[in-house]
């Protein structure tokens, strides 16, 4: 059985009895769970959202051409092409990276092989110099807060908020249809779910919740309501079947998720500060502020992530 395996059995197991809760997770391709392999979806007039597993990315079809976002690996890469070309016969001229980590990015061969230009934030680059994989190709053109791409009457906006998940994660507003793209930081419908990896690989917590706030701001300043996030959200009923949530959500997840960081590191902070040690905190904290709220509560896993938290709290990174 696979980790994602245990983890849906896990949610299932505490589902019963409630009739709808949420689970960000990255389904193995090979895996349904009920559900097709892959999908395409219209969200909006000429935006897309495509998911490959557990995975989810956007793309925009215009009459003069095409833009897309995360290429994944380079078997979602190819369905990608091949999902796309049922739409339109229009070429992929922009590929966007939303962060350098290899789930994300490793399928954006076959693109820039097609002719697309590869677009990212510039501490990508470095990153991806400094830690090179085969099938990761490096951006053609990087920015450093906000870049615009625009084909037809779309475009797809790019901000900068700071270190978060990677540290060169951009957030994307898609216009006109003006519904974000939010990718590991925050996952519709709600914020309050178990973290997938509770090791936090490559995570900068000590500014998770000013960039949550970032995001928040932009959205309400840009007029955002609903965004995508980068992976499948899963539902279980009161009879314990499986269901996909809506590719879009509120934007309240987002404030959700600001809301869980704040709760979990408050509770921390508050025993460090009174005397308690880096290693009793795992079993230390009172989680009654906490585990109720969350959706696939796992007692092990906020183990892992309690220690996690407590050693940024000590070190103030």
């Known amino acids: 059985m696979t980790r994602e395996q245990a983890a849906i059995r896990r949610l299932i197991a505490i589902a019963v009895g409630l009739l709808c809760i949420q689970l960000s997770v990255r389904l193995p391709a090979t895996s349904h769970h009920g559900l097709d392999r892959y999908e395409t979806e219209q969200i909006a007039d000429g935006l897309y959202t495509f998911r490959y597993g557990g995975y989810r990315n956007i793309f925009i079809v215009t009459d003069d051409g095409v833009i897309a976002t995360d290429p994944l690996n380079p078997d979602a890469a190819e369905i990608l092409q091949a999902e796309i070309a049922k739409i339109t016969d229009q070429p992929v001229k922009y590929l966007v990276y939303s962060h350098s980590h290899w789930d994300h990015a490793t399928g954006g061969k076959a693109f820039k092989d097609a002719g697309a230009e590869i677009v990212a934030q510039e501490r990508c680059l470095a990153n991806m110099e400094a830690t090179p994989h085969e099938n990761v190709?490096?951006?053609?053109?990087?920015?450093?807060?906000?870049?615009?791409?625009?084909?037809?009457?779309?475009?797809?906006?790019?901000?900068?908020?700071?270190?978060?998940?990677?540290?060169?994660?951009?957030?994307?507003?898609?216009?006109p249809s003006n519904i974000m793209y939010v990718v590991d930081l925050a996952n519709p419908p709600t914020g309050w779910y178990m973290e997938w990896d509770t090791t936090l690989s490559d995570t900068y917590i000590f500014n998770l919740v000013p960039v949550l706030k970032a995001i928040e701001e932009l959205a309400a300043s840009e007029g955002v309501q609903q965004f995508v996030g980068g992976h499948l959200s899963l539902g279980v009923d009161d009879n314990g079947n499986t269901f996909a949530h809506p590719a879009v959500g509120p934007i309240s997840a987002v404030t959700e998720r600001r809301e869980f960081w704040e709760v979990i590191s408050g509770e921390v902070r508050t025993k460090m500060d009174n005397g308690m040690l880096l290693e009793d905190i795992p079993d230390g904290v009172d989680r009654s502020a906490f585990a109720g709220r969350i959706v696939d509560y796992d007692k092990d896993q906020m183990r892992i992530l309690l220690r996690r938290v407590g050693a940024y709290v000590e070190s103030g990174r």
């Open 137 to 175: 190709v490096w951006p053609d053109v990087t920015y450093a807060d906000s870049y615009e791409i625009s084909l037809g009457d779309q475009s797809l906006e790019l901000y900068y908020l700071g270190p978060s998940h990677d540290n060169c994660l951009s957030v994307m507003i898609a216009r």
